[in-house]
């Protein structure tokens, strides 16, 4: 049975370049990173504590273009001071927005992908 979301992909065409965004930048932990043989290499990653995960993917190894893939979403307890700390470590991060379903920003990561991080509205 099906009992969670593993991992997500993203497709990337520096994979040491975005394994410094994800691990430096937002802080994430390396989950594995392992030679998969043939010049490609299996990098996966995930914010501390998370139980799914984010695969670097080459694009080029695997027949992709750079930043396609999946749009994701991360969940943030306070997104202003998320915002902060990402630009404090050198990210470039849209305004915060308040909408009546939460509040949340966008970071700009390698490849033109964007990442949305929000927080449900207190009840």
Avoid: C
């Avoid at 991360?74 to 909408?99: I, K």
């Amino acid at each position: 049975m099906i009992t969670s979301i593993a991992s997500a992909i993203l497709y990337v065409s520096d994979q040491g370049s975005a394994l410094h965004f994800y691990r430096d930048i937002l802080g994430f932990d390396v989950v594995l990173d392992a030679d998969m043989g043939e010049d490609s290499r299996w990098l996966e990653v995930k914010p501390p504590g998370a139980q799914t995960s984010i695969v670097l993917g080459s694009a080029e190894a695997f027949g992709k273009q750079p930043g396609e893939g999946a749009f994701l979403t991360f969940a943030a307890d306070d997104v202003a001071a998320t915002v902060e700390e990402l630009r404090a470590r050198g990210a470039t991060t849209s305004e915060v927005s308040r909408e009546p379903w939460g509040t949340y920003a966008t970071v700009d990561a390698p490849d033109g992908h964007k990442l949305q991080f929000n927080e449900r509205p207190q009840n």
